[in-house]
C-alpha cells in the first residue's frame, strides 16, 4: 500500500491497481480497499472505478457484494465495460456470475453476456453446457438474437450434434454512417437520449410531414422509449405504422413490446403483430414463447394447453409451461400426459423439462425424480442455477442434498455446481468443517475431481480454514493457481474514457 500511495501522490498513476484491490478483497482490508478506491475515482472516474471494484469481487467469488454494487442507483450500465471483462475472463464461473450479478441491472445487453459464455464453451469443448445457456436464456424470458443463435449452432455442428432451432440467416446491416445522414433523425434519436419521448415523437411529425424517412434504427428506439414509459398503445401504434412501410422493430425492441402485452394478456395484439412478422424472425424472437405467455396471463391456460395437445407438432415453451404449471396446478395431470405423449411418440422432452422444473420447485422432490428416471434424457436441459441460487439465499441445505440425490445419476455437470454450491453455503455460515465433509463426499462418494467443482468455491473454503488456524488437505488444481497468479490477464483499462460510450446508442431493452 505504501508503494501504491507513493506512486499516485508523485506520479498521479495506480500501478498493479486491479490486482491490489483483489489482494485486499480476500484479506477484508476495508480501509485499504477504499484508499484505493478513492484513488482511482480521482483519476478515472466513479463509474470506472466501481466497475473495476465490482470486477475485482466476481474474480474473489463474491458475486453479491458485485451485484451490489452493479445495483448502485443513478450507476448507468457500461455494456463496454462489460463486454470488455466477458471476453477476456477465462472461467465459465465467472461469467456466470456477471449474469447473476447485472440481472436486475437497467439497460445490459444480456444477450451480449450470453453469446460470450456460450462462446467461451464451445473454446471449452463443450457443446451441452453451450445449449444449456440457450435453454437458460429461454427460462429467463430472453430471446437469443440471431448472431447468437448462429454461434451456437456452429458449436453444435462443430461436435455434430442435433440443432434444436431454426438458424438465422446473417443479414447484413445497414452502415452507421448511413443511419447519420437525417439530420432530424439524429435530433429525434437525441430527445430518446435525454429521456424525453414527447420531444421524439414531436421530431418525428416533422419529419413526416417531409419526404424523409425513418430508419428501422430510429423506428426502434423511439418504440423502446415508449415502452419504458408504459405508453404502450402509442408504442404497438408505430409497430403497426413499420408493418405499413414492410419493416418491423429490431428483435431486442420486438421482444420488449411483446413481453408488455404478453405479462398484460393481451392475446389479441399479440395474435394480430404475430402474423405481420416473417416466419423466420418469429423463431429468433420466440413469439410462440409470448403468445404462450399472454393466454396464461388472461387466464386462459386451459385454452392454450389444448392448443398443444391438439397439435404434437407444435413445440411448448419451457418458461412459459413453468408459468402455467405455478399459476394453474390444477393443470399438472394434463401436462404430465402431454410430457409422456411428446417424450415417447417423438422425442421432444421440452414439456418434460417444465414438468420437472415445477415439480422440483415445488419440493415434490419424490415425483421429479421418478419423471426423470423415465425420461433421463432431460438431464442435459435441466437449468439447476436458478434452483441453486435460491438454495443458497435462503440457506437451505436440504434443497442442495435433494438436488444432488435426484440428479446423482443423470447429470454430472448439475450435481457438481449442487455440491459447488454446497460448500459456499456451509462457508457461509462458517461451518468449515461441514464444508470439508463435503469436499470429501465429492471425492470419495460422488467421484468427482475438485476441478469439476466451481474452484471459487474452493477458494473461500481454503481461505476459511486459514484464517481459523486449521490445514487445508486440499490443492485448488493448478490451473485455477496459474490464473490467479497472472494478474496482467485481467488487468483492467484504467484508463477509459467513462463518458466514451455516452450517445453512442439509446438505450438498450430493459428487463422486466
Known sequence: MKAFNDAFEKYKVTPLKSELIRRLIETEDTTSLQTVIDASIQLYGETNSLYDLAFAFIECGRTKQAQKIFETPGM???????DWFAERVTSAEQLEALLTATRDVFDVDRDALYHHLIRLYGKLGDPARALAVWTNMQEENLPASPSTLRSLAAILEEHKQEVPFAVP???????????????????????????????????????????????????????????????????????????????????????????????????????????????????????????????????????ILAKYEEDPQLLIPIGGLVYLLRTAPNLVPRVEQLAERAAVSGGDTRPAVALWSYLFGERRFEES????????????????????????????????????????????????????????????????????????????????????????????????????????????????????????????????????????????????
Not at 448507468?76 to 462489460?82: F, G, K, N, Y
Not at 468449515?432 to 465429492?442: F, H, I, N, P
Not at 484464517?467 to 490443492?475: A, C, D, I, R, S
Open 169 to 303: 440467416e446473417e443479414v447484413a446491416r445497414q452502415p452507421a454512417r448511413e443511419r447519420r445522414e437525417n439530420p432530424q433523425e439524429g435530433a429525434l434519436l437525441n430527445f430518446i437520449r435525454e429521456d424525453n419521448p414527447d420531444a421524439a415523437l414531436e421530431e418525428k411529425r416533422k419529419i413526416d410531414a417531409t419526404e424523409q424517412r425513418l430508419s428501422v434504427h430510429a423506428y426502434s428506439y423511439l418504440i423502446e422509449s415508449l415502452l419504458q414509459k408504459d405508453r404502450v398503445k402509442e408504442a404497438i401504434n408505430i409497430t403497426r405504422e413499420m408493418f405499413e412501410k414492410q419493416e418491423h422493430p429490431y428483435p431486442p425492441v420486438t421482444s420488449f413490446l411483446f413481453s408488455k402485452l404478453s405479462r398484460s394478456g393481451d392475446v389479441e395484439t399479440v395474435e394480430e403483430l404475430f402474423r405481420q412478422f416473417p416466419e423466420k424472425a418469429r423463431g429468433y424472437i420466440m413469439m410462440d414463447k409470448f403468445l404462450f405467455s399472454a393466454y396464461v396471463s388472461a387466464n386462459r391456460s386451459e385454452e
Open 369 to 512: 425424480r421418478r419423471l426423470l428416471e423415465r425420461h433421463p434424457q432431460i438431464s442435459t436441459r435441466l437449468r439447476v442455477s436458478t434452483i441453486c441460487t435460491k438454495a443458497h439465499e435462503a440457506n437451505d441445505v436440504e434443497l442442495l442434498r435433494n438436488l444432488i440425490d435426484t440428479l446423482r445419476e443423470h447429470s454430472r455437470p448439475n450435481v457438481a455446481l449442487a455440491y459447488s454450491y454446497m460448500i459456499g453455503l456451509h462457508c457461509h455460515n462458517h461451518d468449515y468443517a461441514a464444508a470439508l465433509d463435503v469436499v470429501k463426499e465429492v471425492q470419495n462418494v460422488a467421484g468427482l475431481g475438485l476441478h469439476e467443482l466451481r474452484l471459487t468455491s474452493l477458494r473461500v473454503l481454503e481461505k476459511g480454514l486459514q484464517q481459523t488456524g486449521q490445514p487445508v488437505p486440499f490443492e485448488i488444481p493448478e490451473v485455477e493457481r496459474r490464473q490467479q497468479q497472472e494478474p496482467s490477464a485481467q488487468q483492467q483499462p484504467d484508463n477509459l474514457n467513462e463518458d466514451s460510450a455516452r450517445g453512442r446508442r439509446p438505450p438498450r431493452r430493459q428487463r422486466h
Open 76 to 82: 448507468r450500465a457500461r455494456q463496454d465495460r462489460l
